[in-house]
């Protein structure tokens, strides 16, 4: 079993920046790609990124690209997201969460998830 603790959330101005950090407990962290959802009030769950167990492959929801950069390192149990250009629209409460299927963004795909960390992004 794997249990995840986001981190890094707060309240940004407009083209600014953040950098959330999910971290690891637990077996076979290594062994699982890691992605990032948000969801804002009201609205459903959305895929933001992800990452495959060696690094070698990510994905990223079109609207983020060029902004947000997922990265991990597996020897620390860490995963970060480094967003920039940040918008009123990025506001939500962002998860990280595991699967073995790299490549999926459908929630229900993903196995363990962590409690979220909010952020917001206003003037």
């Known amino acids: 079993q794997v249990r995840l603790v986001e981190s890094g959330g707060g309240l940004v101005p407009p083209g600014g920046s953040l950098t959330l950090s999910c971290a690891a407990s637990g077996r076979g962290f290594s062994n699982y790609a890691i992605g990032w959802f948000r969801r804002a009030s009201g609205k459903e769950s959305e895929f933001v990124a992800s990452?495959?167990?060696?690094?070698?492959?990510?994905d990223y929801l079109e609207s983020v690209k060029g902004r947000f950069t997922i990265s991990r390192d597996n020897a620390k149990n860490m995963v970060w997201l480094q967003m920039s250009s940040l918008k009123p629209e990025d506001t939500a409460v962002y998860h990280c969460?595991?699967?073995?299927?790299?490549?999926?963004?459908?929630?229900?795909?993903?196995?363990?998830w962590g409690p979220g960390t909010q952020v917001t992004v206003s003037s």
């Open positions: 990452i495959s167990w060696s690094s070698g492959t990510t």
């Open positions: 969460a595991t699967t073995y299927i790299m490549g999926d963004r459908e929630p229900g795909r993903f196995d363990y």
